[in-house]
């Protein structure tokens, strides 16, 4: 029997998009009415104690050991060592909401959610597949993928997991991503897709043009009655090489083009702003007709299994991400360092087109942190482990015939080594 509470939401989702899409574990959260809604309460207007939350307090302040406190001084008591709100600091999510229409001008006269923060992008492709994705209800990805896409989706949600040839004519397979879609819809009466531009493993983004195709081929769908939910992981957006890419993020035309579309869009200062160990994500969406009631709760639907999981994200990280994001530097050192990613990848872009092999084919790219290989006749596996023993070069497998290189950790000068030793050692194979 459902919670009366995880009821009311569901009542108050009823007949939208969203109601159509829910897992039985979406239907089954609520935020309860507990330790956290209470102390809420108590914080504005506990005046003379507030005996909810189980910090410990002094004169009004967090305690802070001077131990912490030395390591990072600007920073105030509240801004390190207090419980930060299950959804994240306010200041902060208003930011980057903020930062999201700045990158994505589409989006200006759009209505989408305020963006929720949770513990990094991992946590926000989990919770989405917590709320939307289960064994009757499988989510699809391109072929090749991050592999953590399966892990999410089958072993922790036992959902079926579909994939869609990624490349054919070095492009976009849309016929294939169309084809995959339309299966999912006769199956289900729904579809659940995750696309990740610039992709993991492959590095590329869609061009305007395919951007388009894609959009066309959802709202197609959609037209015809399907429920759709399209979750947009943008965790290296903005790490574009090429003029022809599409700018702007797929949410920003896949807000408002359907009343039968959900959107989602995960991101962060993960990649964009350089900062792996903040664990720092959010979650925006949108729909077509969306209520304000009904966007409320499916925003309360995310905030019930972030505190069934880990209660709240990390405090000082929210709080270094505040203070730098109001610094006018910022900007000025970001450019900084996607100028170097850039250089990087014109001379892998210059040697792969100068160098060709019977054993490697470059997947497209053109964005992002890496590019891949496909390794035809050899294993990718085998080339891996002897790049590693015989060379000293990391590499990563994706699967057998996929080989990864994250040429954002290989420095420009040895650029042109590792790549000569990848080709050489694969045509010894």
Known sequence: MLNPLAQELNNILSNSVIDFLISDMGKRLYFPNGIIAQGGEAAKSAHLANGTIGMCVKNGIPVELDSFKENIPSLKPQETVAYAKTAGNPDLRKLWKEQIIQKNPL????????????????????????????ENKPLIAANPCWDNYELIASARRGAEFHQFNCFKNGGLDLDNFKQTLETDAKKYNSVRVLLNFPQNPSGYSPTKEEAAEICKIIKSLAENGTKILVISDDAYFGLN????????????????????????????????????GFRSGFVSFASKNLTSAQCEALQTKFMSAIRSSVSCSSTPSQSILLHAFSNPAHNTQKKELRDMLKRRYNLIRAFVNENKSSVLTPLPFNSGYFMSFNTNKINAEDLRKKLLAESGIGTVSIDEKTLRVAFSSIDEDKINDVYTQIYKTAEAM
């Open 107 to 134: 989006l200006k006269n759009k209505t989408f959610s305020l963006p929720i923060l949770v513990p990094g992008l991992t946590a926000a492709l989990s919770y989405i597949s917590d709320i939307f994705v289960d």
């Open 241 to 276: 090489y090429e003029n022809n890419i599409e700018s702007q993020s797929l949410f920003a035309y896949l807000a408002d083009i359907h009343e039968n579309v959900l959107a989602i869009k995960a991101d962060g200062p993960t990649k964009e702003d350089f900062a792996w």
